[in-house]
């Protein structure tokens, strides 16, 4: 059961830091599909790979597999980092983190409606708390926002899909490998994009060192490691303790956006953070 917890910290760390490529990434003239092609067309390959040597095995799956595979990828994984990307383009990298972890209070009232728990006083002060926190860190304080709210919208859509992703993974594929399950996964999103784009318009751009770069970057570091041990934390200790660990990703990218791309934080920022982290905590320590 350690296991599941390192691997849940080392997930939340490493998500933390894609905000600030991805950032890096637009200033070199990319979107937010273009830069999702190439990662996925860099992460398969090296996925394969690394499978074929670890463990050849792992590439097998059978029907049931494939077809939950292709649902999480093409339902929850393609729409999640869509518009999670597609936040960096309105807000800071510290906001959309803020954003996407009110995954959480989703899951939550998921089983609320639909597992039949029940909602007592302190789970519904919770609730409210990280809420008000959301209103803190977004600025809506005084009732008018300081920030974009197509941006916002991404923001709460992404949280939705990775929703989806942590409960739809944990409900019909805790049997598959983590690796297997990532790397079909993505296969299947790249599938769904190229709908939307076909790759060989996104190679007609200028491709500089820094946007391969950080291309790589966000293939390793932002998708095979972290994804991957996503998967793995579910299947060691469940969606509902991973989104408590998973919380590390907050600090994380507002330590980092203000080191690297000099974002600014205000105290009620961080207060708003802080309220969402406890919120969270306390409604996965209730809800087990």
């Known amino acids: 059961m350690r296991k599941g917890y390192l691997y849940g910290a080392l ?4 998500f933390g830091s894609c905000g600030i490529i991805i950032k890096i990434a637009f200033e070199e003239g990319m979107d937010s599909i273009n830069i999702l092609i190439f990662q996925y067309i860099i992460s398969i390959p090296i996925m394969f790979f690394a499978m074929l040597f670890i463990d050849k095995s792992m590439l097998k799956i059978d029907r049931k597999g494939l077809y939950h595979t292709a649902v999480l990828g093409i339902v929850g994984n393609t729409f999640m980092t869509v518009f999670y990307y597609g936040a960096f383009n309105y807000l800071d990298v510290s906001v959309v983190t803020i954003l996407l972890y009110t995954y959480p209070i989703m899951v939550f009232t998921y089983s609320l409606v639909f597992e039949k728990n029940t909602l007592n006083f302190n789970k519904l002060c919770d609730v409210l708390i990280a809420f008000a926190g959301c209103f803190l860190t977004l600025g809506l304080i005084n009732g008018v926002g300081n920030f974009p709210i197509k941006g916002c919208i991404f923001g709460i859509l992404a949280a939705l899909f990775y929703t989806f992703m942590n409960i739809y993974s944990e409900k019909y594929m805790i049997e598959l490998n983590p690796l297997t399950m990532n790397f079909y996964s993505i296969i299947f999103s790249l599938l769904s994009l190229m709908v939307l784009r076909f790759p060989a318009q996104s190679f007609k ?16 570091l932002c998708e095979i490691i972290p994804v991957t041990l996503l998967y793995a934390a579910i299947k060691e200790i469940g969606s509902l303790k991973v989104s408590i660990i998973g919380n590390l990703e907050i600090p994380t990218a507002m330590l980092l956006s203000f080191l690297i791309l000099g974002e600014s934080i205000s105290w009620l920022q961080v207060i708003g953070a802080a309220m ?6 306390n409604i996965k320590k209730v809800g087990g």
């Open 11 to 14: 997930s939340a760390v490493l």
């Open 205 to 220: 751009m200028d491709l500089s060192v820094q946007l391969i770069v950080c291309v790589i970057m966000l293939a390793v």
């Open 276 to 281: 969402v982290i406890y919120a969270v905590y």
